[in-house]
């Protein structure tokens, strides 16, 4: 059984940072490409970053310079260092392998003074 574990949201002031984690079981968590993604109430869910099995990373143009994807899998668990927030950052934020479609309960990140 696929378990997907996020945590580390909560509430931050604009240009704040939050490290996001996500523990896995049930898969080979080393042979796959791991991704974070986002939703806000409305819109589709947004693919934030990956990184594959050898720890190539790619983030999308909105994120990109402020959030930094890792990985440890001695732990099966990504990472998702987040700097420099902005209140449109705002969202309930999952993690996944890429490849597969199991979700976990997300964690809630909000940016706001």
């Known amino acids: 059984q696929v378990q997907l574990v996020e945590s580390g949201g909560g509430l931050v002031q604009p240009g704040g940072s939050l490290r996001l984690s996500c523990a896995s079981s049930g898969i080979i968590f080393s042979t796959y490409t791991m991704g974070w993604y986002r939703q806000t109430p409305g819109k589709q869910r947004e693919l934030v970053a990956t990184?594959?099995?050898?720890?190539?990373?790619n983030y999308a143009d909105s994120v990109k310079g402020r959030f930094t994807i890792s990985r440890d899998s001695a732990k099966n668990t990504v990472y998702l260092q987040m700097n420099n927030l902005k209140p449109e950052d705002t969202a309930a934020y999952y993690c996944k392998p890429t490849a597969l479609n199991y979700w976990g309960q997300g964690t809630q990140v909000t940016v706001s003074s």
């Open positions: 990184i594959t099995f050898s720890g190539i990373t």
